[in-house]
């Protein structure tokens, strides 16, 4: 790592939790960790991304850009030779793990906390368990003669304060009929035409996802932020439902269309959601009834889920203290999470609790973003109380893996680095040592050829170090 200052007198006048320290702290944990921090050429961001997906059939329907994909799964699970068995994905997202899984035999048991997610992979265990020949029929007919065209009523459009204004007057009434014309058909049909419309609502309105927040055009009417945005082309409600249901239907007509012959004869895995908090759930979970676990969890990097998918969220129905109440139970990512009573969660946390206490990285890091949030020097107060969230709740998990897995079974984790006023934060070796301190064995933390670049206010003011990406490999000894 790059000293930050060299000359003695500079580092005596440094606090002593200051940024030399945190990067004394970091090269003693790298060192620690050399033998199996591994660049893995094989390895891109597409692949540990959701780009890999673009053009894979079913993985494609919904772009859920934290996803990572299909891609990463098979080729983590073949290198290690995992083909049977039980595989739980505490953080599941759109599902990508447990359907990778479940395509090769593996069952697969996800937990997933925000609706989104769940929709998605609900559409997709339907279209698993089979759709019939009528039902493709009607998706067919919609894509020739929009049925919601014509109709006479209009279901309200439901929102969130977040999300009022965000179509064209136009595409607001088009989303209208097509919800109350999708009425008149099946169940199933039902669900395929509510998950395409999900799929378009970005592409159909004024906004775009930016990690933090939704992004606002400015024909929108709204002004947000110094600089006018142009988010570019706002895609025609019409033409995108028709693309997006005709992308559906080809992929479900090829999947149903003649085998391979030469194909492997693979039984799907049974796949089963858990919906709600991993922090609640996790704790019901049998001890030792997992033989891998594949997952990334939200990233230590304020990114709030609940901003960045309110339309689709207000359309499946959540209200203002819903998605405050959704907030609040994500594991701590953005600094509006308050911070949660872990031992009142479960006593039996303590274990974790004291390991994230003894954790002197992560300890200097926290002392060290408190004295910037003192001294004013921070962007957000909440940085420090989101950080410590992150790392705490996370040992929390950790713990609960190690003990839902059998022994000698792997966890395999995707996760990114990140820097707060100037600190860079090792979440891959700091992770990694609270795993090591609660019974995992570090096989390999694999390290992306190319890393990630920091965000334009840190690189202005930090310069434009490089921050690790990685795929974690633990192993549960006992």
């Known amino acids: 790592m790059t000293t930050l200052i060299a000359e003695s007198e500079n580092q005596e006048s440094l606090a002593p939790t200051g940024l030399i320290d945190i990067e004394q702290l970091d090269d003693e944990l790298t060192s620690q960790f050399k033998d199996v921090l591994t660049v893995q050429q094989t390895l891109s961001r597409a692949v540990v991304s959701f780009q890999a997906n673009k053009a894979r059939p079913v993985y494609r329907w919904f772009k859920y850009k934290e996803a990572f994909s299909a891609a990463l799964v098979e080729y983590l699970l073949s290198a290690y030779r995992i083909e049977t068995g039980r595989l739980l994905d505490p953080f599941a997202g759109a599902g990508t793990a447990l359907f990778a899984a479940s395509d090769i035999g593996i069952a697969a048991e996800g937990i997933e906390l925000l609706p989104i997610g769940q929709a998605i992979v609900k559409t997709r265990q339907l279209v698993q368990q089979g759709l019939t020949d009528d039902d493709l029929k009607a998706l067919t007919r919609w894509i020739e003669t929009d ?14 304060r977040i999300t009022k204004g965000a179509y064209p007057p136009e595409t607001k009434i088009g989303i209208e009929k097509y919800l109350s014309a999708m009425t008149q058909e099946s169940e199933r049909v039902q669900a395929i ?6 799929s378009v609502l970005e592409s159909v309105s004024y906004t775009r996802k930016d990690g933090q927040y939704l992004r606002w055009d400015y024909r929108s009417g709204r002004r947000v932020g110094s600089k006018p945005f142009d988010k570019g082309l706002i895609s025609d409600f019409t033409h995108a439902v028709r693309t997006k249901l005709r992308e559906v239907v080809n992929d479900l007509s090829a999947d149903i269309g003649t085998p391979d012959l030469f194909a492997r004869d693979i039984v799907p895995g049974e796949v089963l ?9 996790l704790p019901r979970l049998a001890s030792r009834s997992f033989d891998v676990i594949f997952t990334s969890p939200p990233y230590c990097n ?3 889920y609940t901003r960045t998918y309110a339309l ?3 359309l499946l129905g959540c209200d203002e203290r819903r998605v405050v109440e959704l907030r609040q ?5 953005t600094v509006e999470n308050r911070a949660k009573d872990l031992l009142k969660l479960n006593p039996a946390w303590s274990e974790s609790v004291a390991v994230a206490d003894n954790q002197c990285l992560l300890q200097a890091i926290l002392s060290y973003l408190e004295r910037q949030k003192d001294d004013g020097s921070l962007n957000n107060n909440g940085i420090p109380r989101m950080v410590r969230g992150y ?3 996370m040992a929390c998990v950790i713990q609960e893996c190690h003990r839902v897995l059998r022994p000698n079974s792997l966890m395999f984790m995707v996760n990114d680095n990140v820097r707060y006023a100037g600190a860079a934060i090792s979440v891959d070796l700091i992770l990694s040592s609270m795993a090591e301190e609660l019974g995992f064995q570090i096989e390999r933390i694999l390290v992306l050829p190319n890393g990630k670049g920091n965000s334009s206010q840190q690189m202005g003011e930090h310069g434009r170090e490089s921050l690790r990406k990685c795929v974690y490999v633990w192993r549960k000894v006992l």
């Open 329 to 333: 139970d994500m594991l701590s990512c």
């Open 302 to 304: 304020r990114y709030d």
């Open 312 to 314: 689709e969220l207000a």
């Open 147 to 160: 049925p919601w065209q014509d109709y006479e009523s209009a279901s309200p459009l439901p929102e969130l």
């Open 273 to 281: 959601l858990h919906q709600g908090s991993c922090l609640e759930v």
């Open 193 to 198: 035409l509510k998950f395409v419309l999900l």
């Open 391 to 393: 790392f705490y709740e």
